[in-house]
């Protein structure tokens, strides 16, 4: 398995253009919209609001939600690498540049309630890889904290990984199944997602596929139609605080 680790902590680039190619149908984007969106399932946000987006990494889900709100972003990362990634690509048309916190999400420095929505993308998975033997009392601090940091009635809005090249939706490992029944006794609710990478060329999707997956993940690569679209599924959940 790829040191995830140190590609955050180094090869943010990397990173950054991967993860431009996932979600090609714009699934992510949609589900967060209508989660965002004022009426029964969505808050009422202001540019007086601020919205945190944690594990922001290079700013894929904090883009979506500056389409999405006019609220004040911060975006948080325990990678500094990947916060400055963040800022130097942030496309000018979405509006200001949002704050960035260098943090770790099991102890989040702010203070209670003060988020009118809080979002984690792909990040809460890592636990179960970098701490194996107590993931869930990690997994239960992070949860913990999101919900301390959102206001009440906020949406706390998860995505995580449902398997990288298979035909059908689901965790790639036991622990990650036995994570997103934690996120669901908790009281979230999941919307699995089609959210297939489509890359430029068959060279950047054997690139950014191997460098970040590893190459067990190029094989589906070069099964699909013309070697740069690969399938991905994402799992989405939802609570509102």
Do not use: C
Not at 71 to 84: H, I
Not at 134 to 151: D, K, M, Q
């Amino acid at each position: 398995m790829p040191d995830y680790a140190e590609i955050y902590a180094t090869r943010a680039a990397d990173y950054h253009r991967l993860v431009a190619a996932e979600d090609a149908a714009g699934a992510v984007s949609a589900w967060l919209a209508s989660h965002l969106a004022p009426g029964p399932t969505g808050p009422t946000l202001t540019a007086q609001d601020e919205v945190l987006d944690v594990g922001a990494g290079t700013g894929r889900v904090t883009a979506f939600l500056a389409a999405h709100t006019s609220a004040r972003l911060v975006a948080s990362d325990g990678a500094a690498a990947m916060l400055d990634e963040l800022r130097a690509t942030w496309p000018p048309h979405l509006g200001p540049t949002p704050e960035t916190v260098v943090a770790d999400y099991r102890a989040l420095p702010f203070a209670d309630h003060r988020f009118a929505a809080v979002t984690a993308g792909w990040a809460l998975g890592h636990l179960t890889g970098f701490h194996p033997d107590t993931w869930p009392e990690e997994a239960a601090s992070a949860l913990s904290e999101l919900e301390r940091v959102a206001r009440p009635g906020a949406p706390i809005l998860l995505f995580e990984t449902l398997g990288t090249g298979s035909p059908a939706p689901a965790a790639p490992r036991d622990s990650l199944a036995a994570l997103y029944a934690t996120f669901e006794a908790r009281g979230f609710v999941r919307t699995t997602l089609r959210t297939d990478y489509r890359f430029a060329s068959r060279a950047d999707a054997e690139h950014l596929v191997g460098f970040f997956f590893g190459t067990a993940k190029l094989a589906a690569l070069r099964d699909s139609t013309d070697g740069t679209t690969l399938i991905e599924w994402t799992g989405a959940w939802v609570k509102h605080r």
